[in-house]
């Protein structure tokens, strides 16, 4: 149906406010258009402001949580007095608390997002920073959890908030902007870190990288607090006409107003969100691809080191295959959301993953091995990066969004406590068992990326029969079909109007 034609001389506003003022439930919903030129302009600002902002964060959190191998490698275990095992606690402590506070995801919609991200970073910004003055192994092991924990209320939950303020088309290649912000830390963590530990200094160089690499957190924890919108239509950086377009997409994609939706836990949706198989089947993929995910950063450097480069060398080739990552996660999300086909971009990339840990099992050739490392690297990172958005694209409604994310962090997140043991200093140089199990994870994957968009082809082409079937007995009623046929064209974003289908 072609857009409603405005009166000469008017802008998008009284578009929108006809828009506002439709039942959302009305299958004539989906049948209004904005502006599509005013429309832009609020994506590149929210881009700009908010998208920007989140990467920033992410960026600084990986490091967090990361640069405790290089204070370990300056000198901090000796100084404190802690033996290598203790040092593996300090490792293992921080998966502990992150999944235990991963239904935290659902806070984004229960506390004004300023406010969340607030208490968040500000807390694992001290945990991180305060960790440049402990005395002792305990004391360590205390910020370690603080910062897990703060992190775990984060990180796993940007990709829901982001869907407050993006439509479910444009959603996915956010998400990987925010995601890449993984796999570029890892490329220059090791650098950064080199440079901030090898001066003298009047302190101990460990304790010197945990404050340079904690108080920007704190900074941002300030700047997240004035400047992040808990919804586009209450963001500052918007004109006037800007707000009530970022309206009129926030209640084109849910039915409700941005500001209403905060506060508000609609029981019946927590309910429907589990009893449908994509709430379980995507934190499957999730855990599968966090095997793999968790075990690559940790080893990456001590597979290289068995390949026969030193130990500096092997640091500085890790550096290669994570921008490989960091590219082909945006790369691929901005694919999928254009192309609409998301599961197959996961189906690919998982074979890819797989075949990259295949060759590091049963491939002794260096120049193969390192492939295989490109081939792991480009596969898991930039599949993570498209589960997060296709789990949020096919759950209809704030709440199912975020019982959806909160239950793929839950599972998916014990991924790492496999991952993390797949590599035993007694199975080098090869580390065939580490490599074979990541490459069964990895096909597993792929089969159930596979097998789930099968089953949203087959409840489209369900809800596709509905709704004829709906137009068809309308169209009897009133002795015309032809109306009731050209308001559903098109597909809606809003689950329960007659034109919602499942991305696949």
Same mark, same amino acid.
């Given at each position: 149906m072609a857009p409603k034609e405005l009166p000469e001389g008017t802008g998008p506003v009284p578009l929108i406010q006809q828009i506002l003022a439709t039942n959302p439930t009305s299958q004539h919903y989906e049948a209004f258009e904005i502006d599509p030129v005013t429309e832009k302009r609020v994506?590149?600002? *929210?881009?700009?402001?908010? #998208?920007?902002?989140?990467?920033?964060?992410?960026? =600084?959190?990986?490091?967090? !949580?990361?640069?405790?191998?290089?204070a370990q490698t300056a000198g901090m275990g000796k100084d404190l007095g802690f033996?290598?095992?203790?040092?593996?606690?300090?490792? =293992?402590?921080?998966?502990?608390?992150y999944i235990l506070f991963e239904w935290c995801a659902i806070m984004w919609k229960i506390v004004p997002p300023h406010i969340w991200a607030f208490v968040t970073v500000l807390t694992w910004g001290l945990a991180s920073t305060l960790q440049a003055v402990a005395f002792n192994w305990e004391g360590l092991m205390a910020c370690r959890w603080f910062l897990a924990m703060a992190e775990a209320g984060f990180a796993p939950g940007v990709p829901y908030l982001l869907s407050f303020f993006y439509r479910r088309n444009e959603l996915g290649f956010r998400c990987g902007i925010f995601l890449s912000a993984a796999p570029l830390a =890892?490329?220059?963590?090791?650098? *950064?870190?080199?440079g901030i530990t090898s001066g003298h200094t009047a302190i101990e160089s460990w304790r010197l990288l945990f404050i340079v690499e904690g108080v920007p957190t704190l900074i941002l924890a300030v700047v997240v607090f004035f400047y992040l919108p808990d919804s586009p239509e209450t963001a500052s950086f918007l004109t006037a006409e800007e707000r009530d377009v970022a309206k009129a997409r926030a209640i084109l994609q849910t039915g409700t107003e941005s500001k209403a939706r905060f506060g508000r836990i609609e029981w019946q949706e927590v309910l429907a969100a589990f009893s449908t198989?994509?709430?379980? #089947?995507?934190? *499957?993929?999730?855990?599968s691809c966090n095997v793999s995910f968790a075990s690559l950063p940790v080893f990456l450097p001590s597979i290289l080191t068995a390949m026969g480069y030193s130990s500096i060398n092997a640091q500085g080739l890790t550096a290669p295959p994570y921008f490989l990552a960091f590219l082909v996660c945006i790369g691929t999300t901005y694919l999928a959301d254009k192309t609409q086909q998301r599961g197959l971009v996961i189906f690919a990339l998982s074979v890819i993953g797989g075949i990259g840990y295949i060759l590091l099992a049963t491939v002794h050739s260096v120049g193969v !091995?390192?492939?295989? #490392?490109?081939?792991?690297?480009?596969?898991?990172?930039?599949a993570i990066a498209n589960i997060l958005p296709w789990v949020l694209n096919n759950q209809g409604t704030d709440t199912k969004r975020g019982v959806s994310i909160a239950v793929l962090n839950t599972i998916g997140q014990c991924g790492p406590l496999l991952g993390t043991r797949l590599f035993p200093t007694a199975e080098r140089p090869y580390y065939v068992k580490g490599m074979t199990i990541c490459a069964a994870f990895m096909f597993f994957n792929a089969f159930l990326a596979?097998? *789930?968009?099968?089953?949203?082809v087959i409840e489209n082409r369900r809800l596709a029969r509905a709704a004829g079937e709906a137009e068809a007995a309308e169209g009897e009623a009133d002795g015309s079909g032809t109306k009731a046929g050209e308001a559903a064209v098109g597909v809606s974003e809003m689950e329960g109007t007659a034109g919602y289908r499942y991305m696949l």
């Open positions: 994506r590149r600002k *929210l881009d700009r402001h908010v #998208v920007l902002l989140v990467f920033l964060l992410y960026l =600084t959190a990986f490091l967090d !949580r990361s640069n405790i191998g290089n033996d290598d095992a203790q040092f593996e606690w300090l490792l =293992t402590i921080f998966y502990i608390p =890892t490329t220059f963590a090791g650098a *950064l870190a080199y198989p994509q709430t379980w #089947v995507q934190p *499957l993929m999730y855990f !091995r390192y492939l295989g #490392v490109f081939l792991a690297s480009a596969g898991v990172f930039p596979i097998s *789930l968009r099968t089953y949203f």
